[in-house]
């Protein structure tokens, strides 16, 4: 890619959120917000490989259409009409459509931890930085998960769903997701991410969990609550008294090639 293109690649975020003022449209029902994220559905369909990995590469050839779904959210407000799982879906999508395209900017890049995206306050690790724009507000990716996606009664799930890009991270579905199946997606995302052995390590007496576990204990729970949560999401049958311990976390990208480095999660 020529330099100068190169370039404006790499801040076209920035474009994205200095851009004018949008006009605010709403989609309030179900239909409209299905037609809404498509074009996120599509270029999944399109770069999600078998395994769940992202291709990045093919991705950042349709760069454009990532980048004019992003701005079609620019001209969303969320609704109060929405349904809890409508809601959830809509940030879950943003989020992750939002964390892929900022990859893409950077991309090639061995993780998406040594992004640093530049601000007018310094540069800032990609969890923090603004690079977000809903209904016209600015948001970073940690907004999205603490305040958009949290509650008083915590969804573990949404630890799958959430495309942290990163190798350990759960594989990626090939769609968007959907306020009206969205239970059935995210139980399909944590039995798929729970009973493969690249992740998860499970016996009747002894718990090998991924580093997300650990990160995110709070929204896990006791380790009581933990061996019921994986019981309800897997056929191995799990004593009472089983140990847990928590496997390194792989903080190389999820592309469809990547390297397999180690290292602990932890929260960003």
Not at 2 to 20: C, D, G, K
Not at 197 to 218: E, I, P
Request: proline share 6%.
């Amino acid at each position: 890619m020529p330099v100068a293109l190169t370039f404006l690649s790499r801040y076209a975020w920035l474009i994205w959120l200095l851009a004018l003022a949008p006009t605010f449209v709403h989609a309030d029902s179900q239909t409209s917000l299905q037609r809404l994220h498509e074009p996120w559905s599509d270029l999944l369909n399109r770069h999600v490989t078998y395994e769940g990995r992202l291709d990045y590469q093919g991705l950042q050839e349709d760069e454009a259409e990532l980048l004019d779904y992003l701005m079609s959210l620019r001209k969303v407000t969320p609704s109060a009409a929405w349904t809890p799982q409508e809601t959830k879906a809509f940030w879950l999508n943003v989020y992750n459509a939002s964390a892929a395209y900022l990859v893409v900017q950077y991309y090639p890049v061995s993780s998406i931890n040594d992004i640093r995206v530049k601000a007018l306050s310094g540069a800032k690790s990609p969890w923090e930085a603004p690079v977000v724009n809903v209904g016209g507000q600015t948001y970073s990716l940690n907004q999205i998960e603490r305040e958009k996606l949290s509650s008083s009664t915590p969804d573990p799930r949404i630890h799958f769903g959430l495309m942290y890009a990163s190798a350990s991270a759960a594989p990626m579905p090939k769609e968007a997701y959907d306020g009206s199946r969205l239970d059935q997606q995210l139980d399909a995302q944590t039995r798929r991410y729970l009973n493969d052995s690249n992740f998860n390590l499970l016996t009747a007496t002894h718990l090998k969990l991924s580093g997300l576990f650990d990160a995110y204990a709070k929204d896990f729970g006791s380790p009581s609550e933990v061996r019921a949560f994986i019981t309800h999401y897997t056929q191995t049958p799990i004593e009472p008294t089983a140990t847990i311990e928590y496997l390194s976390f792989s903080w190389a990208l999820n592309d469809r090639n990547t390297l397999n480095t180690s290292q602990p999660m932890s929260r960003h």
